[in-house]
């Protein structure tokens, strides 16, 4: 069973770069069979789909943070990442990865990793 | 532009059925979706996806009591049985290619 885990710094500075991992046991990231995933939620709020990675390289993001946003894949250490460029307090939230099986849906989602941006 | 809606809040008597609806936008009805809960101060979990056609695949371990199904634009989760352990917020989201997009989540309360 695959298994995701986020980690990153907890508190960004505003105007900085916001970097996450998440790393993935129990299946790879190379497979192409999957949409590897990034979602937030604000504190108190709903849930936010950041943009995913799939096919090798592809990439699809939120229009509303396409311009900031960065999904990339690392095969060599099974993992894939977020960065979220000049941030601000609107950006704190919790972080989630996910992974969506392409052909029937099945998601799986990591446990999220709380994101404050404060100076 | 693509939105789902969801009722804010819905809440049933313990051991009752409820039915959460999730309708999706016009030009857009025939979108799968899935449905995801959120238990207090925890993580989502995957649910189930329900397709265009209504069909509907859980994911592991989801109880039998959790069934989906379709009615044009709205795709609805309906849990038989309510138990305590159900009480959270449920979203659907919009599954397969293209840009995803999550309802505002239904927050479901058992009395």
């Keep these: 069973q695959v298994q995701l885990q986020e980690s990153g710094p907890g508190l960004v500075k505003p105007s900085e770069t916001l970097s996450l991992t998440c790393a993935v046991s129990g299946g790879s990231v190379s497979s192409g069979d999957y949409y590897w995933s990034w979602i937030r939620q604000p504190p108190g709020k709903g849930l936010r789909w950041i943009g995913y990675i799939y096919y090798g390289g592809s990439t699809d993001y939120n229009p509303s943070l396409k311009s900031r946003v960065t999904i990339s894949v690392d095969t060599s250490k099974n993992q894939f990442s977020l960065k979220l460029s000049s941030v601000t307090a609107a950006d704190t939230a919790v972080y989630y990865c996910a992974r969506e099986l392409i052909l029937t849906g099945y998601m799986s989602w990591g446990q999220g990793t709380l994101v404050t941006v404060s100076s | ?111």
């Excluded at chain 2, 039915?19 to 979706?33: E, M, Q, V």
């Excluded at chain 2, 397709?51 to 009615?71: E, L, M, V, W, Y």
């Design chain 2, 1 to 111: 532009q693509l939105v789902l809606t969801q009722s804010p809040s819905v809440s049933a008597s313990l051991g009752a059925s409820v039915k959460l609806t999730c309708t999706l936008s016009s030009g857009h009805s025939n979108y799968a979706i899935a449905w995801h809960q959120q238990r207090p101060e925890k993580g989502p979990r995957y649910l189930m996806k329900v397709n265009s056609d209504g069909s509907h695949s859980k994911g592991d371990g989801i109880p039998a009591r959790f069934s989906g199904s379709r009615s044009g634009a709205e795709r609805s989760l309906t849990i038989s049985s309510l138990q305590s352990e159900d009480e959270a917020d449920y979203y659907c989201q919009t599954s397969g290619t293209g840009p995803w997009v999550f309802g505002g989540g239904t927050k479901l309360t058992v009395l």
